[in-house]
């Protein structure tokens, strides 16, 4: 019997087609590296993108083959990820923030065949001219007049390449499982992994993540994704915003907070998405400036845990929605968010910003489960810890290449998150499986302190780890920066502490540093930390 | 290689599941025979589901047999929807105002195995109690003090039923291509059609009609679908508001004035779906008993052509949204919508409701377009008139056992519609193509002529058809029935007419009746009244 529905898979070009076609004038505007503002509209980006496609198209490339991109947020980009994965082609991310080391490896392992770079981001690319034998053709993404010179890669320029091609596609229609993005996980431990999303995934996570109730995208949103497109495709918003018809507002790598408060206020920006200390950056920014974020109604906060101090100043200074959100690489990455609920307005404003600095509710497609260490569900009592595992049609089912099969377990992904979820469903992660500090059996979380340090006045970060002890294994050590301008004394930190957490937790060591490591996507480099303060109790 | 993501399809009973995870206390009302109001929550509709999937899975059936409902708006119809579709069989909602002969038809047809119906409906059984051999059990959605006698049929107790089930089930993953729906075309010509749905095109449609921009539920949403669920599955409202946690109105069979409005006024609705005629009938019950309808914000429309008067009506009376919206049984349905968008607010009043009265633009997801009889692709100027053509993931490719196969060509549903699509993509039905009078080789509309005749304020409904013309073949013939109160003058309204549409388009006569005949969803029955008066004209 023939099928009784069409099958028609949903392809990311029929985004943008679909985007020129509904919203034609709907704007796209880029921070570009000079500091000026582009901007043209979905159907010009469309038009664009196919001209993207129709080059790959007339090469000598193979389905399938990953085309690297190394670029920041611009419209340039987002023509690439419609261009290179609407044609069928593989559109790989590089995170421009690595060590030169870890790009050699990811460039090697993923084959890219082709690159398109930055020019400010070239030197990186140079670094390595002689050890990425597989990439064929690197092209700035420059005019011809912009074109920086280079000793040792053969460039060509983006825009001259573009001008000779036609601003009409014909895109092929691609099978949901054909593979359309790749991006590597950070790679705290070993090698980096590759993720591989697929045309099917990568559409409906756009549409269930732009949709009503997550990030509620239409015509009225001016979203801006400060979250890197190299990280994750920027959590999926250059794919669901033109769904929906929101207008983009791509931040460029100017992500300083007198940049990001210029742009919300200047292309009224009602919806932005950053990981906390981007949030903790422009706050700082605005308290020192008087300078306000009127238009902004809503950050969507992911990649760390959400301090619910901050949650607690965006709501009262500035009456923005702090929308905690949840998610990996290998989760495409939204899994969970704590979005606005009727619910809310029966509850104090300090429940209120406690849901929304939690991760949030699963997203309808995902289910999310915490277990114990003999692998048993565990109870959903807000209290109970467990190694949080999820599964979805977006979620991961095998690394790229057949790696990490570790991670997989029953149809789960297993996070390497700790969880806990509370009997509403609300999820919160209190650490990374390997940032559980175990002493003498028992678990002492470092999030947990964290987030009660930084209520302290004058703790502007913190970071605990665990440090090797010669009786309890492992006990807590605290690394903080101050704010500047106030007071600090650390017997009231440690007053503080020990109002809200078991005696027990209170750390061995609060150290206070000038600087605190971070990585390319602003998440703390606990990595580093824990190897330079990893003996300081044994020295004692 | 394995696949990078996991195969986790979407099925129906996902739907329920998640909303009863994630909005256990959202309200769905019903409205039940007696007038009576029922409500309960997600969370006891799930377990209630999940009695009904385990009483299936307890008897012996095949995955994929037909399971009927002859059944009204209400909560244990919900109920089947999910109980039914999630364990592995085909819910086959059947039109409660077919003739006798056509509900026997559909059921040998669809070869139905057990058949639940509404004790108001039972009679309909009755008469058909020897004729449908393949049905094995006949299931009253009653309680059993409600049960009533049958001189023919040997009845069971849904209620009696369902106690005897636990209220935990677990559901089978199915496959995106499992049956999971049916529903048959009303057969204007030859017999009716079965239309298959499937478990992934329902979810899909249920998450992209539901999202932002289209219906645009959330926990906020109070939606009440008037359209009957046996008609394409309330036009899915039924699998779109669980996702977004919108509460349900379901107002039975008391589709008054009265009822209606008292049901938006103490549950309020804010948003409800139902074709032109409903509006008409409770814009009279307003404009009577002076009583409003505050807390409805936006109607969505469909079904029939919307007569402008009426959403100017709604729009300046009651500040209501009137969203045109189109679709068919193939498309299950929704594949164009008018919402509401941002350029609106540059448009005068008239041009806005055009838009509104218009079927909109398509939906994510959805193609349309326009054919001229040589099967060549027309110019989008809002003037051409063509055949209107659809796909998508979520259009009929074929329909149940291959039955009406010319409707399908070169990956397009063809829809029997002629349209015009204007330069911004709206969309406007202007005939169906049996409708359309074609008089001396040139084609005449008789919906623009209904249209027109509609603002004329003693016309309460007009139809047109095409008569039989000894000179042109066809000519136009009006009837329409008259609003009390109101002065009739046919040389009043020839001369409205004549003001709005070319003068051989003029009907040769315009006969007023004392009713129009209407389908059991409320639409004109064009059919009986052409034949009836498609001879006039060759009489005289």
Redesign the interface.
Known sequence: ??????????NTS??LK?AA??YP?QEIVSMLADLSVHRYSYAEAYKRSCRVANLLASAHLNQGDRIATLAVNHYRHLELYYGISGQGFVVHTLNARLFIEQLDYIINHAEDRWIFVDPELLPQLEALADKIPTVTRVIVLCAADQMPPSSNLTLECYETLLAAQSEQAIWPSLPS?T?CGLCYTSGTTGNPKG????Q??TVLHA??S????YL?????SVAMPVVPMYHVVAWGVPFSAP???AKLVLPGCALTGPNLQTLIETEQVNQAFAVPTVWLTLHNYLQESGKGIESLAMVGVGGAASPKALVKIYAELYDVYWMGIWGMTETSPLATAANL???MDNLSDEDCYALQASAG??I??IEIEIFDAAGQALAHDGVTRGELRV????????Y?K?EGADSFVD?W?ITGDVAVINDQ?YMTVVDRSKDVIKSGGEWISSVALENVALDYPAVNEACVIAALHDKWDERPVMLITLRPGQAYDELALRALLQQRVAKWWLPDRIVVVQALPHTGTGKLRKMDVRDQYRHILLAE
Chains 1, 2 share one sequence.
Do not use: C, H
Request: aromatic letters at 14%; glycine letters at 16%.
């Open positions: 019997m023939s099928e009784p529905m069409m099958i028609v898979p949903l029929d985004i679909s076609l509904r004038e499982n593979p993720v591989l999303y697929e099917g995934s549409i269930l732009g949709g009503s109730q509620d995208f239409d015509e009225w769904i929906y018809g609920t009727p619910q509710k699963p309808f497609g599964r979805g049609p977006w979620v991961l089912a095998s790229f057949g149809g992904f469903g």
